[in-house]
């Protein structure tokens, strides 16, 4: 027979308002009672209903997720991974992930996530870049809310940032470490925070190593950063620049569709062409070569924000604050040292 609050009452000789405020943390107890009625709780393997403590405590235990239908489907599992940082860091909070996707053109007339219209979260964790309406409309519930991974124009919200500058130096660094001078850059839509500063490093690298940069060797047209796109851009750049020997990828999906573009044409990685990624992800060693690449903690990341959001929920106010996670060069196959032969477009 399943145990009720009445028998973890009765066996730690307390109120069964005492057994709540030690389950909802609503009111000081003293430790020796704390003690004993925990030590009830689990001898009776007592799980208190979710609804009732959300009826007592005025919280509902959840945590909204939310990132656009493309971030599923388009970047490898990237967001995936961050999602699942801040499912094993609820866990061990005590909080439920609730986690849904919306249209990445969502409008005006589109209808709010009904975890946020029926008021079943107690916070939200945003994911990627999503449309502004989106932010606007979510504000007006003033609940705490955490980004990940991007930077809205109100920026006022706590933020688990990549340091994408620093990544993009190490990158290009490494490149031209390797003698390499004639670097290209492949991104997606700088729009995207990430994107720009990755950008922002890369010319940072260049310059400060006395190396031109060139527009003709800067790829930032393709609307999102998936294979499809690294394939084209780099058809784009290798139609008119020939003698590039190296090109940084604004993430891995990219990087695995320019390394398809290169097999297909017949440059050799690393030996005619010297590649190098953005975010390890799991298909990055599947490749062949290998693909060197910058790692970033996503597990980390996602638990992180829960942190965040749970720190807010316990001052009963919203924080401002901002987490930059440390990024690592991680040398695999594909990038190479410079061949001699090879000179710099002029």
Same mark, same amino acid.
Not at 325 to 335: A, D, G, N, Q, Y
């Given at each position: ?54 009826? &007592? ?10 990132? !656009? ?19 094993? #860091? ?36 945003? @994911? ?25 124009? !109100? ?15 190490? @990158? ?82 990219? @990087? ?36 060197? !690449? ?5 597990? #980390? ?9 749970? !720190? ?14 440390? &990024? ?19």
């Amino acid at each position: 027979m399943k145990s009720t609050i009445k028998d973890v009452a009765k066996k730690a000789n307390v109120s069964i308002a005492t057994v709540s405020f030690v389950i909802n943390n609503s009111k000081p107890i003293s430790e020796e009672t704390k003690d004993r009625v925990q030590k009830a709780i689990k001898s009776l393997n007592y799980y208190p209903s979710k609804s009732a403590v959300s009826l &007592v405590s005025g919280k509902t235990g959840n945590i909204g997720f939310i990132l !656009t239908d493309d971030h599923f489907l388009r970047t490898e599992p990237f967001y995936t991974t961050i999602f699942l940082g801040t499912e094993f #860091e609820a866990r061990s909070e005590g909080y439920y992930i609730i986690l849904t996707s919306i249209k990445p053109n969502f409008t005006e007339n589109d209808m709010l996530p009904r975890f946020i219209l029926n008021k079943s979260v107690d916070g939200i964790i945003i @994911a990627g870049k999503i449309p502004q309406i989106l932010i606007e409309k979510i504000s007006a519930y003033h609940l705490p809310t955490v980004f990940i991974d991007y930077i809205p124009s !109100t920026n006022s919200y706590p933020l688990v940032l990549i340091d994408n500058i620093q990544g993009a130096l190490l @990158a290009t660094n490494h490149l031209i470490d390797l003698g390499h001078k004639n670097i290209a850059f492949i991104g997606g839509d700088i729009e995207h925070p990430s994107l720009s500063h990755r950008l922002i490093g890369y010319k940072q690298a260049l310059e400060r190593a006395n190396i031109p940069i060139k527009n003709s060797l800067i790829i930032t047209d393709a609307k999102y950063p998936d294979r499809q796109n690294g394939f084209h851009s780099a058809e784009k750049l290798f139609s008119k620049n020939k003698n590039v020997t190296a090109v940084f990828a604004g993430n891995d999906a990219l @990087a695995i569709g320019i390394l398809h573009y290169l097999k297909d044409n017949g440059y050799k990685v690393p030996q005619d062409v010297s590649l190098i990624g953005f975010d390890d992800i799991e298909a990055d060693i599947m490749l062949r070569p290998t693909l060197t !690449t910058i790692r970033v903690p996503k597990i #980390e990341m996602g638990s992180e924000a829960l942190k965040l959001i749970v !720190t807010a929920l316990k001052n009963k106010k919203s924080i401002i604050k901002k987490v930059l996670v440390p &990024v690592e060069l991680i040398v695999r196959e594909s990038t190479s040292r410079c061949k001699p032969k090879q000179k710099i477009v002029s």
